[in-house]
């Protein structure tokens, strides 16, 4: 009986493995153990998307795997049983001496794997679901300068951390945070990851066990529960009863299901939706602006409180001599992943309109109002949130920077956040669109933004707003060639 000895990840067994395989090493000869967990780095990769195990040492065998098997053998090794190393090293074994139906759920091992693979998959979603953070209470900063400023506890089902707070690194911007959980923990500092076997609860380390966000957040809780509409059946098979002991408002469900059924219902929504207190000031947006520091580079900005929860600031592109320049609202989900602006699908649809229009796209600086995405959670998905006037403002410093550099000659402004950065005071749409103005010498032409087309909810209507931004644009062109028609003169 040989003796393997890896460290609990996955790279340490594949590795092992292809060494086995590559000695003939049969699975019932191997004693799999695994050693001390020392911090670890973040999802290795078990195995390339397609099919080859690469060597990782000359000694290693070379293994060519389907995609599939590679998809269960991964989420198989996050799979919390001891003997899951041997378990993976048959699989593999099988495979290799040319056994295919060890992937097959017909076959004894590959139902095994399937079951395994697919807790995995639960334990994942489940994750990324339930996990909720918690602001870190500032007066309770003396352990250590570097503590996130949000945490998390939570207990997975399987080994699913890693995969997680790589998810949550990509979702929650820069803010930092730790995941805590009974055996391992995670912390972005907002630039990179660290995992690590747990040494600390977050108790320990005296963070607060209620604080203000999660004061909020039941706050929030309580006034969007309706009792009216209570279904304890779908709320229990929504959100399983065994991770209401992570969430904070968790220890509110069972009080609130117990008043909705003692007359809650009667009243619907919870009463204390009607009796938000409250006075509004009106306040102009500028004089209510901070004084704000002047950043030099859009990443660094800290003009408002936009970038905490972007994963990156979006800068404007194209050519720095372009004649004409569009501006947009705001990055949306997929421009906030990728760094550029209108990659997703109301820039697709604007594609459309600039190739109608007889204009090429690399021709137009195309930009922003806002440079970091606004949005709200809707389950899992990221939902544009309108931004306020403030952050408009607050943004309209990068904006002015752009427009002095590139000195169009023509801005087409798409949708009214565009119009009201560009005139610098909330306006209506509606009152200037279509109708070419002068704002600083440079013409500008308000038309609508694409993802009002992509909200229609028949093809035609799509198409009439697709025409309106295209005749825009189309006129834009005809402004940017002959510099003519200037109609309406703003101060
Ligand atoms: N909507 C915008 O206004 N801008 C983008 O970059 C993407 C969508």
């Not at 000031?281 to 704000?292: F, G, L, M, N, W």
């Amino acid at each position: 009986m040989q003796v393997i000895a890896i460290d609990d990840s996955y790279a340490a067994w594949r590795e092992a493995a292809l060494g086995a395989l590559a000695s003939g090493i049969a699975p019932e000869q191997i004693d799999w153990r695994v050693d001390g967990c020392d911090a670890r780095s973040a999802t290795p990769a078990l195995f390339d998307d397609h099919a080859s195990l690469p060597l990782a040492a000359s000694a290693a065998a070379k293994v060519r795997i389907s995609r599939d098997l590679a998809e269960l053998l991964k989420d198989a090794a996050l799979y919390r049983d001891t003997a899951r190393w041997a378990f993976l090293y048959r699989v593999l074994w099988r495979w290799h001496g040319g056994d295919r139906s060890v992937a097959s759920p017909a076959d004894t091992d590959g139902a095994r794997l399937y079951k395994m693979a697919k807790a995995v998959r639960r334990a994942k979603h489940d994750m990324i679901a339930y996990v909720r953070f918690r602001l870190r209470e500032p007066g309770n900063d003396a352990p250590a300068p570097d503590l996130p400023e949000y945490i998390a506890w939570y207990e997975p089902e399987h080994d699913v951390l890693a995969w997680s707070a790589e998810h949550f690194a990509r979702r929650m911007g820069r803010s930092t945070w730790l995941i805590s959980t009974p055996d391992s923990a995670a912390w972005w500092n907002g630039t990179a990851l660290r995992l690590e076997r747990r040494t600390a609860l977050p108790h320990d380390r005296g963070y607060p066990d209620a604080d203000e966000a999660e004061a909020l957040w039941l706050a929030y809780y309580r006034r969007t529960f309706n009792p009216a509409r209570l279904n304890e059946t779908a709320l229990e098979q929504h959100m399983p009863v065994r991770f209401w002991k992570g969430l904070p408002e968790g220890r509110l469900i069972p009080s609130m299901i117990s008043e909705a059924k003692s007359g809650a219902q009667r009243v619907a929504q919870a009463r204390v939706v009607g009796v938000l207190g409250g006075k509004s000031v009106p306040v102009d947006a500028q004089s209510a602006q901070p004084v704000r520091q002047q950043p030099t580079t859009l990443d660094a900005c800290r003009r408002c409180e936009l970038w905490r929860h972007a994963t990156q600031a979006v800068d404007g592109i194209g050519p720095l001599d372009a004649r004409i320049m569009l501006i947009g609202e705001q990055p949306g989900d997929q421009e906030d992943l990728a760094g550029r602006p209108f990659v997703g699908p109301a820039g697709q649809l604007l594609d459309i309109a600039i190739e109608r229009a007889g204009l090429r796209r690399d021709s137009l600086y195309r930009t922003n109002a806002v440079k970091h995405f606004k949005w709200m959670l809707r389950g899992k998905r990221r939902l544009h949130k309108t931004a306020a006037q403030q952050e408009i403002d607050a943004c309209g410093y990068w904006l002015e920077r752009e427009l002095a550099h590139v000195k169009p000659s023509v801005v087409v402004t798409l949708g009214a956040t565009a119009l009201s950065a560009l005139l610098r005071e909330k306006v209506s749409l509606r009152e200037w669109i279509d109708t070419p103005l002068d704002v600083d010498g440079m013409q500008v032409i308000a038309t609508y933004h694409p993802s009002f087309a992509l909200r229609q909810d028949n093809d035609d209507a799509r198409e009439r707003v697709l025409d309106a931004i295209t005749s825009a644009l189309a006129r834009a062109r005809v402004l940017a060639d002959t510099g003519e028609e200037r109609q309406h003169v703003a101060s």
